[in-house]
Nanobody, 126 residues
Framework: QLQLVESGGGLVQPGGSLRLSCAASGFTLDYYAIGWFRQAPGKEREGVSCISSSGGGTKYTDSVKGRFSISRDNAKNTSYLQMNSLKPEDTAIYYC???????????????????WGQGTQVTVSS
């Protein structure tokens, strides 16, 4: 069974950091692009970042550039989203997604992805 599981969410104060993990099981992430998305209450899902299958290509939405960093460790079948200088507006459920049809490319559009995790809650509040 193909599965993605996010972890690492939690409650953090403004200015703090969290590292989210996205672990795959049932398939190998080597040939899959990974996307990270978030959805805040009452808002549409937003593409946050993505990384190509080789790790050579990354993208970030403007609001997280310079604060978030995406990476992947294919040996561990896991992708990471390092989030620094967190702001209250980063509060959301964060999802990872994978797609094997993007080649060495990635996308921050959710419609491009076939496999999704269940999400992990990130709350930034004092």
């Amino acid at each position: 069974q193909l599965q993605l599981v996010e972890s690492g969410g939690g409650l953090v104060q403004p200015g703090g950091s969290l590292r989210l993990s996205c672990a795959a099981s049932g398939f190998t992430l080597d040939y899959y692009a990974i996307g990270w998305f978030r959805q805040a209450p009452g808002k549409e899902r937003e593409g946050v970042s993505c990384i190509s299958s080789s790790g050579g290509g990354t993208k970030y939405t403007d609001s997280v550039k310079g604060r978030f960093s995406i990476s992947r460790d294919n040996a561990k079948n896991t992708s990471y989203l390092q989030m620094n200088s967190l702001k209250p507006e980063d509060t959301a459920i964060y999802y990872c997604a994978a797609d094997g049809a993007l080649g060495d490319y990635c996308s921050v559009y959710g419609s491009e992805y076939d496999y999704w995790g269940q999400g992990t809650q990130v709350t930034v509040s004092s």
